[in-house]
T-cell receptor, first 113, second 113 residues
């Protein structure tokens, strides 16, 4: 069974602080996606990383895919209250003609003003 | 403009009374998914359609059925809802099997009374 472990599960910080969220697995993924979900809403895709070692930046968010394509991290610089939400990582695998998207349990981030 | 639309946003149903949730998409994507998400948990895949091909997850209860009459629409039928089926139900699409970036609707919050 493929599993994606996210840590920490909960994170409460003050506005302006930096933070890093981790997503780890023993499985290799073809790609890995990060989503952000606000309460009562569906997840919104933030980024997809495909190549081992790849780093992508989205304003204050920096995403990294591990060299072995088994893990990823999300770093937020100078967090703002608007960053509050549930951050989900999802790993994509392909077997034959089928694809599968496996979600981690998420990191619930709260940024206080 | 919303590209994956779920109706209704909130649904209250009685224990044992059949209920249908609907999802429509304007992206013309081949793949449509239904996920169940309970509080503080990751989305759990119930089933997905690749075009008209239905793919059921092994642990999805028989109580859950789905229909996809055309590319744009997909329905989730719960034949006899139990209290444990109360959850957020998320519909998502992806362009193709080999492109697993998922675009989610806003979800339907199901309450069973």
């Amino acid at each position: 069974t493929q599993l994606l472990e996210q840590s920490p599960q909960f994170l409460s910080i003050q506005e302006g602080e930096n933070l890093t969220v981790y997503c780890n697995s023993s499985s290799v993924f073809s790609s890995l996606q990060w989503y952000r979900q606000e309460p009562g809403e569906g997840p919104v895709l933030l980024v997809t990383v495909v190549t081992g070692g790849e780093v992508k930046k989205l304003k204050r968010l920096t995403f990294q895919f591990g060299d072995a394509r088994k893990d990823s991290s999300l770093h937020i610089t100078a967090a703002q209250p608007g960053d509050t939400g549930l951050y989900l990582c999802a790993g994509a695998t392909y077997g034959g003609s089928q694809g599968n998207l496996i979600f981690g349990k998420g990191t619930k981030l709260s940024v206080k003003p | 403009d919303a590209m994956v639309i779920q109706n209704p946003r909130y649904q209250v149903t009685q224990f044992g009374k059949p209920v249908t949730l609907s999802c429509s998409q304007t992206l013309n994507h081949n793949v449509m998914y239904w996920y169940q998400q309970k509080s503080s948990q990751a989305p759990k895949l119930l089933f997905h359609y690749y075009d008209k091909d239905f793919n059921n997850e092994a642990d999805t209860p028989d109580n859950f059925q789905s229909r996809r009459p055309n590319t744009s629409f997909c329905f989730l039928d719960i034949r006899s809802p139990g209290l444990g089926d109360a959850a957020m139900y998320l519909c998502a699409t992806s362009r193709d099997r080999g492109q697993l970036e998922a675009f989610f609707g806003q979800g339907t919050r199901l309450t069973v009374v």
